[in-house]
């Protein structure tokens, strides 16, 4: 077990004789997914709104927002990655719950970077427009690497899938 699992697996004290009940553990899984979701909507809904309705002081505070929200979401992914299961090769990702959700994302950046430049910057936006025309083609070169690896995900998981049925671990075996 690799020091990040161990790590993980403390942190959600998963050794607990709670989880040896299958039920409880079903259910407590399923409340956990529940508030995991429930903390990325309200915490993506606050950073939307924050630097909007509370100036400077909600930009810093969306942007901290954003940062929580991105390492839970990362530590989520790795620990199911780590445990053998790859949610970008499992879920689809053209949903509209998450074009929403990166609507918000958008709308707490972009909110966050226009309240803090208007404040520091004294109003001039010259670094923001520089700073979209180097971070667009770099966020563009991002999502095809991350289209292009999902989709090479995608057929590592179809290849283990065919492999292990032909080895007689199928569902059908």
Same mark, same amino acid.
């Given at each position: 077990m690799? !020091?990040?699992v161990t790590a993980a697996r403390f942190v959600g004290d998963l050794d607990d004789e709670f989880y !040896?009940? &299958?039920l409880q553990r079903e259910i407590w899984n399923? @409340?956990? @997914?529940?508030?995991f979701q429930s903390l990325l909507w309200i915490g993506l809904i606050g950073?939307?709104? #924050?630097?909007?309705a509370a100036g400077v002081t909600g930009a810093w505070m969306a942007l901290g927002l954003f940062f929580v929200l991105i390492s839970v979401s990362f530590v989520v992914l790795g620990y199911a990655r780590e445990r053998g299961i790859d949610m970008y090769a499992s879920q689809k990702l053209r949903?509209?719950?998450? !074009?929403f959700a990166g609507l918000l994302f958008f709308l707490a950046g972009a909110g966050a970077a226009l309240r803090l430049l208007a404040h520091y910057?004294?109003?001039? #936006?010259q670094s923001l427009w520089i700073g979209a025309a180097i971070g667009a083609p770099v966020g563009l070169a991002a999502g095809v690497v991350g289209i292009k690896n999902r989709r090479r995900r995608v057929q590592e998981a179809e290849r283990a899938a065919e492999k @292990? &049925? #032909?080895l007689g671990f199928g569902p059908n075996k």
């Open positions: 690799s !020091a990040f !040896a009940d &299958e399923e @409340a956990s @997914a529940v508030g950073g939307a709104v #924050l630097p909007y949903r509209s719950r998450i !074009a910057g004294g109003g001039n #936006l @292990a &049925e #032909l």
